[in-house]
């Protein structure tokens, strides 16, 4: 059976900032705060279990934030976003629920080595004309928007990568026509070999990109490895491991998206006909790998 009525869904949006120095050092105390605080009532859910044997929920846990900003030892948390900091204390909570549901191991203690983020649930503005984005407590940030986005934003992720890259991820609600299932679906099975192979016969290559990356990302390591750990020369070196891995982690994504995007478009029919075989269907994820 088809269907064709509307519905409401959410997709989000990724863009790259470019915020300048005081900018990043507004960024860096939100980082910062945020994951203090998240790190801080996670010790604090520890304790009290092993005490009282009764957990905390974020409930308590936001009941108890802004007496803790009110501390004199503690006053500093004023200096980030009262809603960046709620997130966090929320982000912590749905750790927890994907623990118990068995989604995920035991909530750890956030570095500042690793991926930053925090999300705005209100007051982010958008220019389009003027590329630009409004932050709370950060300001106006120069946003590269390279395709349109339209809907209704209901938040916003900022993060930043191991390589000192920032992006912001915008979260938006709109409507669209629900999409026609008609037919019999069709099996996907991922392999070694093959990165995956379909019901019908076709066969999808796998670019191997680590592979491809290999003695390159070996060479930085060793080069990574030879340096004093903390000098400048060592931060330099970790920093060109970092964006290799990262770039090889963006050549995965951007196959699996056009692999996708063949699929559903120019791919196998979905009442089971086979749309190409052999060399045309290694010709036409080719083209969609390019």
């Known amino acids: 059976m088809c269907c064709n009525d509307a519905v409401l869904i959410r997709k989000a949006y990724k863009y790259c900032i470019y915020p300048n120095k005081a900018q990043q050092e507004a960024l860096r105390v939100q980082f910062g705060h945020a994951r203090f605080v998240y790190n801080h009532f996670l010790a604090l859910r520890i304790e009290t279990y092993q005490q009282t044997g009764k957990g905390l929920g974020y409930t308590e846990t936001a009941d108890l934030l802004p007496g803790m900003?009110?501390?004199?030892?503690?006053?500093?948390?004023?200096?980030?976003?009262?809603?960046?900091?709620?997130?966090?204390l929320k982000?912590?909570?749905?750790?927890?629920?994907?623990?118990?549901?068995?989604?995920?191991?035991?909530?750890?203690y956030k570095s500042k080595h690793d991926r930053q983020s925090i999300r705005y649930p209100q007051r982010v503005k958008v220019d389009l004309e003027a590329k630009r984005t409004y932050l709370p407590k950060v300001g106006w940030v120069r946003t590269v928007f390279h395709r349109a986005m339209e809907g209704k934003i209901k938040n916003v992720v900022v993060t930043?990568?191991?390589?000192?890259?920032?992006?912001?991820?915008?979260?938006?609600?709109?409507?669209?026509?629900?999409?026609?299932?008609?037919g019999e679906g069709i099996g996907i099975d991922l392999g070694l070999i093959h990165y995956a192979v379909l019901s019908d016969g076709t066969k999808i290559p796998n670019p191997r990109n680590l592979k491809q990356?290999?003695?390159?990302?070996?060479?930085?390591q060793r080069r990574l490895s030879r340096r004093k750990k903390g000098s400048r020369g060592w931060h330099k070196a970790r920093l060109q491991v970092s964006r290799k891995q990262e770039k090889i982690a963006h050549q995965r994504k951007d196959f699996q998206h056009k692999l996708t995007h063949w699929l559903v478009k120019d791919g196998p029919d979905w009442s089971g006909e086979p749309a190409c075989q052999g060399d045309d269907a290694k010709r036409a994820v080719g083209q969609a790998h390019r």
């Open 69 to 88: 900003k009110r501390d004199p030892q503690y006053e500093w948390l004023k200096q980030a976003d009262s809603q960046v900091l709620q997130q966090a």
């Open 91 to 108: 982000d912590l909570d749905r750790a927890y629920q994907n623990f118990f549901e068995k989604r995920a191991r035991f909530p750890r």
């Open 160 to 182: 930043k990568t191991k390589s000192g890259r920032y992006h912001a991820s915008f979260q938006v609600e709109v409507e669209k026509p629900a999409p026609d299932i008609c």
């Open 213 to 220: 990356s290999e003695r390159e990302l070996a060479r930085l």
